[in-house]
């Protein structure tokens, strides 16, 4: 059975920093493709980045040269390092994993979720 657990939000001021940890448990993310995504109230979830094998990223425009995507694929573990912080960056962000990344919405797995704020 596979589980991802993200961690390491929280409450950061304007242009601080934040980074999240998604970890993988019955899946390895080696050879495969894993992506952050975040939904604020009121609006759809939209893509952050992706990591996909051997090492490509992608990056939503919004958080492009502020954040980075990484994996430990020793330790199956899954990193966002967001830095310069923005209010609209409020969200709460998810991990997702899949064979491909074009099958994280459909047939991905999806962790529970993990809260950030950045107040002004």
């Known amino acids: 059975q596979v589980h991802l657990v993200e961690s390491g939000g929280g409450s950061v001021e304007v242009g601080g920093s934040l980074r999240l940890s998604c970890a993988a448990s019955?899946?390895?993310?080696?050879?495969?493709?894993a992506g952050w995504f975040r939904q604020a109230p009121g609006k759809e979830r939209e893509g952050v980045a992706t990591s996909d094998y051997p090492d490509i990223t992608t990056y939503a425009d919004s958080v492009q040269g502020r954040f980075t995507i990484s994996r430990d694929n020793a330790r199956d573990i899954l990193y966002l390092q967001m830095d310069n912080l923005k209010p609209e960056d409020t969200a709460m962000y998810y991990c997702a994993a899949a064979i491909r990344c074009d099958w994280l919405h459909t047939h991905g797995y999806w962790g529970q979720g993990t809260q950030v704020t950045v107040s002004s």
């Open positions: 019955g899946f390895t993310y080696s050879t495969r493709c």
